[in-house]
């Protein structure tokens, strides 16, 4: 039989343990707060995704630079940026972008995701920047390759 002090060294370990496991639970780290975007650009392709994705640019206040096939724009108004991501992106409706892998590396408020999927029309990967301006990361550029 285990002696008194033996049940409250036990049960201080034990204590300790779920406490740690609690504070893990609930710091989320910069990394895991990208998450949420990964699944924002991956997946069926309709226009509440769009706007979904569209959720992480304030082109008013980060301008967005979008490069594909050697060819760049830059979006300096929300607006434009919306009408012009339905616009293109109509072509894709109902596709999907399956996700073979992504990561994500934060180094203080700059941030880059990349994301590696596949469709029926194959396989593309895209690296997005990501600014952190306040409390919210904000997509500053997208380079498809």
Not at 67 to 86: D, I, V
Not at 100 to 110: C, H, P, T
């Amino acid at each position: 039989m285990l002696s008194r002090t033996a049940k409250i060294a036990i049960a201080a370990v034990a204590a300790t343990i779920a406490v740690a496991f609690g504070i893990e639970r609930l710091i989320v780290t910069e990394e895991e707060s990208l998450e949420p975007f990964v699944e924002a650009v991956t997946g069926k392709i309709d226009g509440e995704r769009i706007d979904r994705a569209l959720l992480w640019t304030d082109a008013d206040r980060v301008p967005l630079e979008l490069s594909l096939r050697g060819q760049t724009w830059r979006f300096e108004q929300g607006a434009e940026l919306s009408r012009e991501a339905h616009s293109k992106l109509a072509l894709y409706q109902g596709e999907r972008l399956s996700l073979l892998s992504n990561r994500i590396e934060v180094k203080g408020k700059a941030a880059n995701v990349t994301v590696d999927t596949f469709s029926r029309r194959g396989r593309v990967a895209v690296d997005y920047e990501l600014r952190k301006t306040g409390d919210r990361w904000l997509v500053s550029g997208v380079h498809v390759r």
